[in-house]
Structure formats: C-alpha cells, structure tokens
C-alpha cells in the first residue's frame, strides 16, 4: 500500500511565477490536508479538502494561494506569482476519516519549493 | 485562537539518560494528541499518540503522558539513543487540523 506521495520533492521558481505542487492520499483516503513548514519551524496548517470540495482554508493567504481535490486525480495546491518568502516545505498530509477527529494523519514527503 | 506551545525549543542529553518534551495547547476541546518525529530532510512521522480518555500510554521506550485539566502533554524518552536525535512535534487535534507545536530539536551525545 503506497503512502502518501508527493510531486516534485523539489521545485524552483524564480519570482513572479507559478507553483504547482500535486499530492496522491494514501489509497482509500478521501481527506487531504496541505502543511507549510518554515525553515526551522514547525508545521502550519493551510487546507483540508475532501473530494471536490475545501473545508476548512483558514490558514491559507487570500492571495496567490489556491487549493482543490478534483473528483479524478491528486490534490493540487497552487501558488501564484511566487515570491522568496514562499520557499518553504509544503507537506500534504492524509487521512481515512474526517479531520481532527482522532484520527491519524499520514504525511507525504514533501515538495521543497525555492523562490530565487 | 488555538494554540501549541512546546518546550524547550532544543535538548542535548547524553546516550542513555531520558528526555523530557512538555507541550500545553489552549483548545479545551481538542481530544488527541499525536507526536511526530522528523528527521532532516523527512516528513514527519508518528510515533506515538493519546487520547483524552487515558492519562499515559507507552510504547517500549516512549511514553506520553496527558493532563487534560491543566491541558498539558509530554513526550518522554527513556535510554536515549543515537538515532533517537531528530525534531519532535506534538499536535492537539483542532477543527478539521492539527495545532502543531515548534518543535524540539533533540541531540544524544554518544
């Protein structure tokens, strides 16, 4: 059973362009989470989504940032017009049930994005 | 807002003794609690969690302890090891997410 997978594990970018950072739940799992971790720092939530929909964006900017879990395919989150302070880990993370609910979260091994 | 505090920030103990990582989270109803470990260039795994209806759940060498009146919960790592040496994370589940702490920065000297 394949975990959770990530794509790219590494992105550059120079500034002014886009991200695209794709993430493929475990097998069966229909609950994604999107995390951004600071260099040094610990881990901030952005999004959870559940298929074809987002539930909860409220660590996520307004602007630049957008997120969705199409019915067919990975979830992707986007990140527009990118500037250094992008650069950071990206983790997705996913679950069989719905959030928080005592229940775990498996986390993919991440997209390293660089903004030059 | 919901928040994690976590400490300390870093931790140096010498092959063999325990480690101790204390967490406090302000969502009183936030009723599991995972610990990730990550080590450089890793995701984060977990490796041990609890639930609010318990007060200590150990795992060989890891235990976890919680007190949900004073909303605290520790990691304890008993005969540390060389590749114990990672971060750890706790978490208190909150609506929809995990409320992650800063992280401990965790060095066994051998």
């Known amino acids: 059973n394949a975990g959770v997978m990530q794509n790219p594990r590494h992105l550059v970018r120079r500034r002014g362009q886009e991200a695209r950072l794709r993430c493929s739940p475990m097998?069966?799992?229909?609950?994604v989470y999107w995390y951004r971790q600071l260099p040094e720092e610990g881990l901030k939530f952005m999004v959870y989504?559940?298929?074809?929909?987002?539930?909860?964006e409220s660590g996520m900017p307004k602007e630049r940032f957008s997120a969705e879990f199409p019915k067919e395919g990975p979830s992707i989150l986007r990140i527009q017009q990118v500037v250094r302070g992008d650069s950071a880990a990206y983790f997705c993370?996913?679950?069989?049930?719905?959030?928080?609910?005592?229940?775990?979260?498996?986390f993919g091994p991440g997209t390293r994005l660089t903004v030059l | 807002g919901e928040n994690v505090e976590q400490h300390p920030s870093t931790l140096s103990v010498q092959e063999g003794d325990s480690a101790v990582i204390k967490c406090t989270y302000s969502?009183?109803?936030?009723?599991?609690f995972p610990w990730y470990k990550q080590e450089l260039g890793k995701r984060p795994q977990l490796i041990i969690d609890?639930?609010?209806?318990?007060g200590e759940k150990k795992d060989q060498r890891i235990a976890v302890t919680l007190n949900k009146t004073a909303k605290h919960f520790s990691l304890h790592i008993t005969e540390t090891q060389p590749e114990d040496s990672a971060v750890y994370f706790c978490?208190?589940?909150?609506?929809?997410?995990?409320?992650f702490g800063t992280g401990t920065r965790l060095k066994v000297l051998a």
């Open positions: 978490a208190a589940e909150g609506t929809y997410k995990y409320i």
């Open positions: 609890i639930r609010s209806n318990v």
């Open positions: 097998k069966g799992h229909s609950h």
């Open positions: 969502d009183s109803a936030s009723n599991y």
């Open positions: 989504l559940q298929k074809e929909n987002i539930i909860d």
């Open positions: 993370a996913s679950s069989l049930l719905a959030g928080g609910s005592y229940n775990e979260q498996f």
